[in-house]
């Protein structure tokens, strides 16, 4: 059977790339539809409007912007064969839904939450129709095939002001699709790819491998046997690896801890720094004890950070320690910005994204949600730093700043007292 | 014998909560006093004033009087020994008592000499009425109870500080369950949960010897060594349902029910409430967390104190207490040092020295601290303030377009270029 990927031309901002390129699970979505689609034994075609696919006969239609697992398909494929009609692809409404749900374009039924994923059989192909046309066709003449992707749900607990206190579920099944419009799209997703793809590779694994990887009851250590590491890895015995994915040549250094995230080929993970829920691109290093947490990282990134969460960071940007995508609202759910407005994401916790070949200097704190566009250079404020020093200092008498130097205190401020030092 | 402990009025600033909700180990004051009282087979009456204690010989005492288990049973046996009708609980001056001593409304007796002695509000009254007036009982019963002073044991650990001015200052960390204290300030309250170690582990032992032994030859067996800290982190209590990841570490610690502890986390020599979060990679040592608390990712928390249901995101924070349901933000920093003279706490409307180099603010119940600011020591940070960022502090609107490879600078909450910034004219 054939399946035809439909060009919507969506970009994803602020990288400008087309949604074909968006970094999911350390592929682009279109190398990661294709190999989802080829495993299902489906030959992939492409197609710019309605013209471009058979009149009538048996086959898959899909937007480019569209993110689906393999057993999404397989279990599509199974629940319409018998079906001599058009079929979409519906998934019961769960936390596999909801986790990755604002912003998408997706049509919400009682229960249920249809995708852009069509069965076409039993009809004839009308001529001419771009995708948005397409879709209303084909969205008007399907009945819904309803998936139900049954997840385990992890609580992860909210960062924010309460009470009351609230949890985000975190949906743990490889039965998983959605739309692809939005950077925050890649953050979402990417929380959850780590597991799947794990979860995909020990299903193919033979059933005596996986049971010894899988044996004991403390789920952290089992969720440890079950990590994959590349070839060639140089890994410091102190490093920590739990229920994640290593390329080939990863470096990790001493106390370094990778936990739940895809690590992509020659990443160099330096001393003390932790990963968590992460997607990692190739060729990107870290520099000594830094944290992120649910950060997407496209490939050749230069990463420090105290600690960076919920964000994505384009190829080849350098961040320093002091930058700051702040994550927690506070009064607010974060809005961000999508088609020239403000919209409203729904969620307390999410950090921001920075273009592609960005260099973001110190002392640079974003609120939640902003986005800086490609090639972003940022420094710090003149008044900020400190250029000049004295040559000599008197014993315990008082300094500050000013003006980018550092002065004794009675000649700036005549007649302060500092609080440190009042007797 | 009953205890009446009578109504003071006493308010702990800046929580404006009567005495008795203070935060104590992981429960308040009130349960400290009935729980010591039913180890004893004392009933605890609680009265308005000091007149309403009827039965003679009776125990009274103020509300904000806190005594452990121990310092009560003591004395309690101590006054029978001696066959005493008339007393008031008194302990010798030691490392524990100067402690918590700063900002004590106590009676020293011999202060400066050998025989120096610290007399608390707590009596064991003989015959005779008693005043409407607490002011007045006090008075009276200073006259009418001698001070019988209660014998007790402590191990001094040293914990060396910072060096100032070439000077070595160590802070003398006291183990030991006896433990009397009038708690007016939220200051006892951080001075009290850094003992809370001593006096909810002495207590352990001493009321579960047969657990404590089997725990203690357990650690030994387990790791085949006599290494006192693999020892130690073989001495913990779990509650039930607790989840703790295979890399964090555990030492000398209790944990209530259902805590999770992350990955990478190090919880030494502390008490941890129920349902307690402990994400991975944080850090807390010697301190006291309430029931329901979130500590983040790469927290890090030595001796504090910190009442229930707080969001704690702050990356550092050291000798503070923290109220009820607070949301700190990793970019609050709650300073904790002073390099020359003591920290100074507001006390009864005045500013009181502590005695104290090292010791951080108070945070009142509902507080948000969002905000990129530092706060000096010994400062009272009321409920329910709402602390955000000041505009030119953080970048809220980014540019649709900035020049590509040109270096940009906050300015005003926006991003400009560093050459516009150049050329304005300086003010």
């Not at chain 2, 209660?150 to 060096?163: C, D, I, S, W």
């Not at chain 2, 693999?230 to 295979?246: A, E, Q, T």
């Not at chain 2, 941890?272 to 979060?277: A, I, L, P, S, T």
């Amino acid at each position: 059977m054939k399946a035809y990927l439909v060009k919507t031309g969506v970009l994803i901002e602020p990288f400008g790339d087309e949604v074909g390129e968006a970094y999911m699970g350390g592929q682009s979505l279109a190398e990661t539809t294709s190999s989802a689609l080829r495993w299902a034994d489906l030959e992939i075609e492409t197609a710019s409007s309605s013209s471009d696919l058979p009149l009538s006969g048996d086959y898959l239609i899909l937007p480019d912007s569209l993110f689906l697992t393999r057993r999404c398909i397989r279990e599509f494929l199974g629940a319409t064969a018998s079906l001599r009609e058009i079929s979409r692809l519906a998934l019961l409404r769960s936390a596999a839904t909801d986790y990755s749900a604002p912003l998408q374009d997706t049509a919400e039924k009682d229960d249920s939450v249809a995708y852009d994923l069509y069965r076409f059989r039993g009809a004839e192909m009308p001529r001419d129709l771009s995708w948005p046309n397409l879709k209303i066709f084909l969205a008007s003449r399907s009945r819904l095939a309803t998936l139900d992707p049954r997840p385990r749900i992890e609580q992860l607990p909210q960062s924010r002001p309460g009470p009351p206190w609230t949890t985000l579920e975190l949906p743990r099944t490889t039965l998983l699709a959605a739309e692809v419009r939005h950077w925050t799209h890649l953050v979402w997703i990417n929380h959850l790819l780590p597991w799947v793809r794990l979860e995909e590779h020990w299903e193919d694994r033979p059933g005596l491998k996986r049971s010894l990887r899988s044996r004991g009851r403390n789920p952290y250590k089992r969720a440890a046997r079950r990590s994959i590491i590349g070839a060639n890895c140089d890994i410091h015995p102190t490093a920590y690896v739990e229920g994640s994915i290593l390329g080939d040549k990863v470096k990790l250094g001493p106390f370094a801890s990778v936990r739940d995230s895809i690590i992509g080929p020659g990443v160099e993970i330096a001393d003390l720094t932790k990963f968590k829920r992460c997607v990692v691109g190739e060729g990107c290093h870290t520099l000594n004890d830094s944290y992120f947490i649910g950060c997407t990282f496209y490939p050749g990134s230069t990463l420090a950070s105290f600690m960076l969460r919920n964000s994505v960071l384009g190829r080849r940007v350098f961040i320093t320690s002091g930058v700051m995508f702040w994550d927690e609202a506070i009064e607010a759910p974060v809005s961000v910005r999508q088609a020239g407005g403000e919209v409203d994401t729904g969620r307390w916790q999410l950090g921001g994204c920075a273009g592609h070949e960005c260099v973001l200097g110190t002392r640079a704190i974003f609120l939640p949600g902003r986005a800086v566009p490609n090639r972003t250079m940022i420094v710090m404020r003149p008044e900020e730093g400190v250029v000049k020093l004295p040559q000599s200092a008197e014993r315990l008498v008082p300094h500050v700043y000013h003006q980018g130097r550092i002065r004794k205190m009675a000649e700036v401020l005549p007649g302060y007292e500092p609080k440190e030092i009042e007797p | 014998m009953k205890m009446y402990i009578y109504h003071s009025g006493t308010a702990l600033m800046p929580f404006g909560d009567d005495v008795l909700e203070a935060q104590l180990m992981l429960g308040t004051l009130a349960q400290a006093q009935e729980r010591a009282c039913v180890r004893h087979g004392v009933e605890l009456v609680r009265i308005d004033k000091p007149s309403e204690a009827l039965d003679r010989p009776c125990l009274l005492a103020a509300d904000y009087v806190y005594f452990s288990e121990k310092a009560l049973g003591d004395f309690l046996k101590t006054a029978a020994e001696k066959k005493a009708s008339a007393a008031a609980l008194a302990l010798k001056r030691c490392v524990s008592v100067e402690h918590t001593l700063p900002l004590q409304d106590v009676v020293l007796n011999d202060w400066e000499d050998d025989r120096g002695q610290v007399v608390y509000d707590l009596w064991l009254v003989p015959e005779g009425p008693l005043s409407d007036d607490p002011g007045l009982v006090r008075a009276a019963l200073a006259e009418r109870c001698p001070a019988l002073t209660v014998p007790m044991r402590e191990v001094v650990h040293a914990v060396r500080l910072p060096v100032i001015d070439e000077q070595e200052r160590y802070f003398k960390y006291p183990f030991t369950s006896t433990i009397c204290c009038h708690i007016s300030h939220w200051a006892h309250l951080l001075w009290l949960s850094q003992l809370a170690l001593g006096i909810a582990w002495n207590d352990c032992f001493r009321n579960h010897k047969l657990r404590a032994a089997g725990k203690a030859i357990w650690a030994v067996l387990r790791r085949m060594s006599f290494n006192k800290w693999k020892i130690l982190s073989g001495m913990n209590l779990r509650g039930p349902g607790c989840d703790v990841h295979p890399t964090a570490y555990l030492e000398f610690s209790r944990l209530g029910r259902n805590v999770k502890i992350g990955a990478g986390a190090c919880v030494r020599n502390s008490l941890v409430g129920d349902d307690v979060v402990i994400a991975d990679h944080a850090v807390v040592i010697n301190s006291v967390i309430g029931n329901g608390c979130y500590l983040t990712e790469n927290f890090f928390m030595v001796s504090s104190l910190c009442y229930p249901g707080s969001t704690l995101g702050n990356l550092k924070m050291q000798m503070a207490v923290i109220g009820r349901d607070v949301y700190l933000h990793g970019w609050c920093s709650l300073l904790d040092a002073k390099f020359v003279g003591d920290i100074k706490v507001m006390h009864h409307g005045k500013r009181v020295g502590t005695g104290r180099s090292f010791m951080a603010s108070c945070v009142g119940h509902r507080a948000v601290l969002g905000a990129k600011v530092l706060i000096h020591p010994g400062r009272e940070i009321p409920n329910d303030l709402l602390m955000v960022s000041r505009p030119e502090d953080v970048i809220a609107e980014v540019p649709e377009s900035i020049p590509p490879r040109t270096p940009m600078v906050r300015d005003a909450g926006t991003l400009v270029t560093l050459e516009s910034l150049n050329n304005r004219p300086k003010t």
